[in-house]
T-cell receptor
Framework: ETGVTQTPRHLVMGMTNKKSLKCEQH?????MYWYKQSAKKPLELMFV???????ENNSVPSRFSPECPNSSHLFLHLHTLQPEDSALYLC?????????????FGPGTRLTVT | KQEVTQIPAALSVPEGENLVLNCSFT??????LQWFRQDPGKGLTSLLL?????REQTSGRLNASLDKSSGRSTLYIAASQPGDSATYLC????????????FGTGTRLLVSP
């Protein structure tokens, strides 16, 4: 595997379910990001991890819970979501975020909340 | 607060045309600007990155320009092809904090054969 991978690619869940999105990067980067892309809205940055430490939480509701166990893996744990949370969730990675380094994106997970 | 606007929102052209996509931003204190391509339901592919000190970058049929003082960038696509059909996103990297990317809403391009 190369680049940034995300699983699953598609997810349908009910409002009472608990699920997790997974991201893995194979680029030797030390920063990872979660973005949300809703229809007709710009990509919104949700969380940033640098060296496995969360450095940014962009006022995201607590029903989204990120986890970064090491510099290659990033999770987004989901629980009691709302229909408006349906979106494409994109993961990205880069070298240290403060160095203006280019971010590399995964293919995304298309989430539908019913 | 930085806001990034892309015009037009959608564009449909016949194959072979040269075209220009526009991006404007409200805060000129940027570190760099990046153009991405996104195919339907897919992730983002970086096309060009222009540092704040640069005026333009070129890659194949693509040329991106940056006028930081006026808060504008353009992406020029020469001799468009059906394979260029995608959404093109502009993003500015801020000069503060951890230099977050702020995205526009994109231009959806359709090139017909």
């Amino acid at each position: 595997e190369t680049g940034v991978t995300q699983t699953p690619r598609h997810l349908v869940m009910g409002m009472t379910n608990k699920k997790s999105l997974k991201c893995e990067q194979h680029l030797g980067h030390n920063a990872m990001y979660w973005y949300k892309q809703s229809a007709k809205k710009p990509l919104e940055l949700m969380f940033v991890y640098s060296l496995e430490e969360r450095v940014e939480n962009n006022s995201v509701p607590s029903r989204f819970s990120p986890e970064c166990p090491n510099s290659s893996h990033l999770f987004l744990h989901l629980h009691t979501l709302q229909p408006e949370d349906s979106a494409l969730y994109l993961c990205a990675s880069s070298y240290h975020p403060g160095a203006g380094r280019e971010q590399y994106f995964g293919p995304g997970t298309r989430l539908t909340v019913t | 607060k930085q806001e990034v606007t892309q015009i037009p929102a959608a564009l449909s052209v016949p194959e072979g045309e040269n075209l220009v996509l526009n991006c404007s931003f409200t805060d000129s204190a940027i570190y760099n600007l990046q153009w991405f391509r996104q195919d339907p339901g897919k992730g983002l592919t970086s096309l060009l990155l222009i540092q704040s000190s640069q005026r333009e970058q070129t890659s194949g049929r693509l040329n991106a320009s940056l006028d930081k003082s006026s808060g504008r960038s353009t992406l020029y696509i020469a001799a468009s092809q059906p394979g260029d059909s995608a959404t093109y996103l502009c993003a500015v990297r801020m000069n503060t904090g951890f230099q977050k990317l702020v995205f526009g809403t994109g231009t959806r391009l359709l090139v017909s054969p």
